[in-house]
């Protein structure tokens, strides 16, 4: 980003390249739309090369990037008054949550990929229908991979604060998706 601020063009390209699908990625998440993940995108990488010149090395730059992704997210979602968010996946990748999620790979037999295919499903409603406090870092976290500490930052909120809500966030999503299921969806053998 400081080589785009002193007008290297290849750079910005390079930033392009390497962060297109996360941005597109985690909009997408945010908003369940494709096409306004995609803009959303656009939108990031355009106003991260406005900002290239004054751009200072403050926090690590995807940290940067995430905060301008999530931030336009909001203000769209505001702006459409559309409170709905999609999930494709939930993966739990966290040894110290308190709730657990194990979905299998998608190397099982064909009727438990079936199982799980439906059990993704559950999980999508149900995170769709948690607050968006508990929705964002939720995302941030179990579905882009980011730190705890990268989380915090990007939506402005201590780590404590984050490992709280992500947990709570993991134990609404368990919480509505058991009713529907039996002990061989989740953890089950």
Request: with cysteine; aromatic share 8%.
């Amino acid at each position: 980003m400081l080589r785009t601020g002193q007008g290297d063009r290849g750079a910005f390209d390079e930033i392009v390249r390497r962060y297109t699908s996360r941005m597109v990625n985690v909009a997408y998440q945010m908003t369940g739309d494709r096409d306004l993940a995609e803009d959303v995108a656009q939108e990031t990488f355009y106003r991260a090369y406005r900002s290239a010149a004054s751009y200072k090395r403050i926090a690590k730059f995807s940290t940067w990037l995430y905060t301008i992704a999530i931030n336009l997210c909001r203000n769209e979602l505001r702006r459409r008054k559309h409170r709905f968010y999609s999930l494709e996946e939930m993966a739990e990748r966290d040894e110290e949550a308190s709730v657990r999620i194990d979905i299998e790979d998608e190397t099982a037999k064909p009727d438990r990929r079936v199982e799980q295919k439906e059990l993704g499903r559950l999980i999508m409603r149900a995170i769709d229908r948690l607050p968006e406090k508990f929705k964002q870092p939720l995302v941030l976290r179990d579905v882009e991979g980011l730190s705890y500490e990268e989380t915090g930052e990007i939506l402005n909120l201590p780590e404590g604060t984050v490992k709280s809500r992500i947990n709570r966030a993991r134990q609404r999503v368990k919480e509505m998706i058991e009713p529907y299921i039996d002990d061989s969806f989740i953890g089950g053998s």
